[in-house]
């Protein structure tokens, strides 16, 4: 008796899973996102996910998009290196189908990824990697678009920052020796040609040097007034210890390496001396988008007391606006077809968003919806990175 | 610059020369050299972090601890990873002492973290210009302990009991094994030596950079071409070849640029051992038949 009960109950099951599983497949929208989750990289990674799911639980609230389908995230770890990003790439496009695949932080994995995404028709949508070949990539039709820097771009707001702030004459360039600086080498020269300019000196580092003060002393005596530095935390923090050291206290504008770990700490006191790029600051006067994001944040995570506890802050804003606009590139397309929410991504007019007011983000020329202009120049103040001038 | 460039450049030298002397004290004792010395300078300044930033402790207790710590790890790489195969006349130790630093550096990691640290000890940051030229209190005490402990070393092989066992094993094992001395000992002591110059250097070093688990791998790769260049049975000469190639990284970079600082420093140290093939000071080592 009690086994045929128990296989009624089984055929019930079976039969309820059939019904439901298909109908649940067809609602939910499923976005990918292939980051660092473990390792070095973990805190970035888990900020990209709050801000893409800050904006998902927002839109879900709202009922969803495409006539009440909601949105579900999937998450891979890449553990930062190229060839695990792209097998969890492929996992996401051909097991789960997701409509849209979200990048993260290292440039060699997004490189890796792109190529994958071109072929399969699925758009790529960067929040943080700043390599200008990411959605410079020459494939056509291209379907890597970005919210985030890019270095090209970066290099050209470090002069005009160096020249509008500091009314720098002669930068000297002091850059990590990597693939990074490299590019940043010949960004920073072509954005100097462009105004007629040329660098006071260019040197470089290693990432394990102990001490950088042959090469800024070379900087100094070439008359250099002020550095453009290009280096990750350690690397960075090197280069102001070893400016203390030498008693010598340049203007300092920076990529935005300092960012990447506890730099007060690693650099010293004078860590604040380094002015560098961000997209965003949750700190100052902020505008509904941000209040809004700010107390969504709060709400969610327990961690999150304040501004300083959104960290580090432009993987937060970079994903969530990256997924606000992804949602309406989806809506204009009607669909989740891949080419279709290519072109939805051109058919944006207008987004007010927590960077800025987007207005005609994308079009076939440009797939990066942050210009130079969009930059925030921060610093660290004890161990927080606060707008430059907000607090001393 | 000049000024600059050379003070900064006998700091890291005297550093290189500190590594190198625990080369030079294992090898003549036992013919053998520890290839993880640069591990061992990365255990003195994670250590000393640890028990400085994370436990409280005095600094100085913190450096005893540290050194001490140094100390039993040399005799342990020796006891493992040297013995074992020189008891074999094998010349696997070549190889297992570098094993032993790589799964050093991966523990640390594991267990200090991957994140670089920063380690800052407040009277280092006193400064001063002398003579128009900025001089930091750590940029002095560097070089002032790295020749002090080549000083100890010195004192300790001349004066000690077992220092002099040491160079009486340096000069025969088996006539000293016969006279009663205990060649194991005086070899785990070199090692035990040898570890704890490679921690003060990393306990010196570390306010100038930032502790992490493979903070040590290219100082002591150069360490290892200094104590070469500086004939490897040579303390002096060892010490001297560390000042040289310091000075010379630090000049190079200064008047030529960063981009030659490794193609011609190191192009140096093999024009000096094409001219001098047993280094600055030392001596040819004559095999007796």
Known sequence: ?392 | MLASALLSGLGLGSMYGLLALGFYVTYSVSRTVNFSQGSSMMLGAVLAYTFVMRAGWPLVLAIAAALLLCALYGVVVERIAVRPFVKRRSEGWLMSTVAVGIIADNAVLFTFGKEPRGFSVPWTAASADVLGVHVSALQVAIPAVGLGAAAVLHAFSRRSRLGKAMRAVMQNPDAARLMGIDVSLAVAAAYAIASVFAGVAGVMIAPLFNVHSDMGTVFGLKAFAVAILGGITSAWGVVLAGLVFGAAESLITAFLGSSYTQILTFALVIVALAIRPDGLLGRAVVRKV
């Not at chain 1, 790529?124 to 890019?150: K, L, Q, Y």
């Not at chain 1, 210890?241 to 010598?248: I, N, P, T, V």
């Open chain 1, 1 to 392: 008796m009690g086994g045929i009960v128990m296989l009624k109950r089984i055929v019930l099951l079976v039969v309820v899973l059939a019904a439901a599983l298909p109908a649940g497949a067809q609602e939910t929208i499923k976005v990918g996102l292939v980051t660092a989750l473990s390792g070095q990289s973990a805190q970035a990674g888990e900020a990209i996910s709050r801000g893409l799911q800050t904006a998902i639980d927002e839109l879900n609230a709202k009922g969803g998009i495409l006539k009440g389908r909601k949105l579900e995230l999937l998450r891979r770890d890449d553990e930062a290196t190229p060839a695990k990003g792209v097998i969890a790439a492929r996992e996401l496009v051909f097991k789960e189908k997701v409509a849209v695949l979200f990048g993260g932080l290292d440039t060699p994995v997004s490189l890796a990824i792109v190529p994958l995404m071109n072929q399969e028709k699925i758009p790529f949508m960067g929040p943080w990697a700043a390599g200008t070949a990411i959605t410079r990539n020459g494939a056509n039709p291209n379907f890597a678009f970005r919210v985030s820097a890019v270095d090209e771009l970066v290099d050209k707001a470090m002069l005009q920052y160096s020249l509008k702030t500091f009314n720098a004459k002669s930068c000297g360039m002091i850059l990590v020796n990597n693939p990074w600086g490299e590019s940043n080498e010949k960004g920073l020269t072509a954005a100097l040609a462009a105004k007629g300019m040329k660098a006071a000196g260019v040197e470089k580092f290693e990432a394990n040097d102990v001490d950088v003060v042959p090469q800024l002393s070379r900087l100094k005596a070439a008359g250099a007034d002020c550095l453009f530095l290009v280096g990750n935390v350690g690397p960075s923090s090197q280069v102001v210890k070893s400016l203390d050291r030498m008693g010598w206290k340049p203007p300092i504008v920076s990529h935005w390496g300092p960012a990447g770990g506890r730099f007060t700490e690693l650099a010293g006191p004078s860590a604040r001396n380094v002015h560098f790029v961000q997209t965003y600051s949750f700190f100052g006067t902020q505008r509904p988008v941000g209040q809004k994001v700010l107390k969504a944040l709060m709400a969610k995570y327990p961690d999150i007391k304040g501004p300083a506890d959104v960290t580090p802050a432009v993987g937060v804003a970079n994903a969530y606006d990256a997924m606000m606009l992804v949602a309406l590139a989806i809506e204009k397309a009607g669909s989740t077809d891949g080419p279709a929410i290519r072109e939805g991504f051109y058919k944006i007019d207008r987004y007010e968003g927590l960077i800025k007011t987007y207005e005609k983000p994308f079009s076939p020329q440009t797939h990066d919806a942050l210009t130079e202009n969009d930059y925030v120049w921060t610093q660290f103040i004890d161990n927080q990175i606060v707008p430059v001038g907000l607090k001393n």
